[in-house]
């Protein structure tokens, strides 16, 4: 009995540490961003699509927004795309674009062809916005609280699970936009 | 005619190998700032190729890291102020050398605690049989089998 006693307890240990091990990794290849819980990083941005303006952080303070890195070579943004349009369409929180180091032409091209889901898209010609944020690819999609604090950051596209499953319910009032 | 066309091959092989190690071609002017340079650029990781560092991978985001370590070296900041400003953006898994913590500490200090436990309990077991052999009167001429 007692010379079982020993490994025993070992064994029960090492399935402590292995479980909580499991439990806590992230999924496979997403780093989990140090910027959740803490506040977005300020930005000023060119507007894409108009010269005269410009988009910041500023501007959006004391509303929730959804902060959307893509840009035309990034394959997974055109997959994520149509998503991105009916959350457009459902008009529950404000799109925002981050065009990532991208060139303006392709872009436009871009949003003339797919549609245009943001309310103001900002362009990232040199990429130090995107590093501010921790972006390391795109698409990547940051939400921001009304207090300017980032909630939730999702990498990779959005889809209809990641919608309805992280994004909906962090938002205030029982949004009803579950298409 | 075979020398020449070995003389060839060797040559686009050893031009093709010299252009694939030339991805980061910045150099600063100071060599105390360039040897700096080299070292943080090599020890932290890029992020999009994960086992690659920064001055090893030809990513866009690569380039663009080394960009800002080389712009904040020159303005003199010091190597912590420019581990800080990754670790805060990209989190502690951009550095490749892991700092200290209590939440890995198990980490640094497990393999050798379980090395230190393995011996006490190898320790343990020799003694024993040593002390079976001791008190066992057919020990010395069968060798242990029964």
């Known amino acids: ?179 | 005619m075979g020398a020449t066309r070995l003389g060839l091959v060797l040559a686009v092989v050893l031009c093709g190998t010299g252009a694939a190690y030339g991805i980061d071609a910045t150099s600063l002017a100071d060599p105390v700032l360039e040897a700096r340079y080299l070292q943080l650029t090599h020890e932290l990781r890029c992020m999009q190729c994960q086992n690659q560092s920064i001055a090893d991978s030809p990513v866009g985001l690569a380039s663009d890291l080394r960009r800002e370590v080389h712009d904040m070296l020159l303005a003199g900041k010091s190597d912590e102020d420019v581990r800080a400003y990754m670790v805060s953006r990209y989190g502690e898994f951009i550095l490749f050398r892991p700092r200290f913590s209590w939440r890995n500490a198990w980490l640094w200090f497990g393999p050798p605690l379980l090395l230190l436990m393995g011996l006490g309990v190898a320790v343990r077991i020799v003694r024993q049989r040593a002390a079976l052999v001791a008190t066992d009167p057919d020990a010395a001429d069968d060798d242990g089998r029964a």
């Not at chain 1, 910041?56 to 997959?79: F, P």
């Open chain 1, 1 to 179: 009995m007692n010379r079982f006693a020993l490994p025993l307890a070992l064994f029960a240990l090492l399935v402590v540490v292995l479980a909580i091990g499991i439990r806590h990794s992230p999924e496979k290849g997403i780093i989990v961003s140090p910027l959740v819980g803490r506040a977005a990083p300020g930005f000023a941005l060119p507007s894409l699509t108009d010269a005269h303006q410009r988009v910041s952080s500023q501007e959006l303070k004391g509303r929730w927004y959804l902060l959307n890195v893509w840009g035309t070579w990034c394959v997974e943004c055109r997959a994520e795309h149509s998503m991105l349009m009916q959350v457009g369409h459902a008009g529950v929180i404000p799109l925002i674009g981050l065009d990532w180091k991208d060139e303006d032409d392709h872009a436009l091209e871009w949003l003339a062809q797919l549609g245009n889901p943001y309310q103001a898209i900002g362009v990232d010609h040199d990429g130090r916005t995107a590093i501010d944020w921790g972006v390391y690819g795109a698409p990547e999609t940051f939400l921001v609280n009304t207090q300017g604090v980032v909630v939730y950051k999702l990498v990779g596209p959005l889809t209809r699970e990641s919608w309805t499953r992280e994004i909906l319910p962090r938002l205030p009032r029982p949004a009803s936009a579950g298409f």
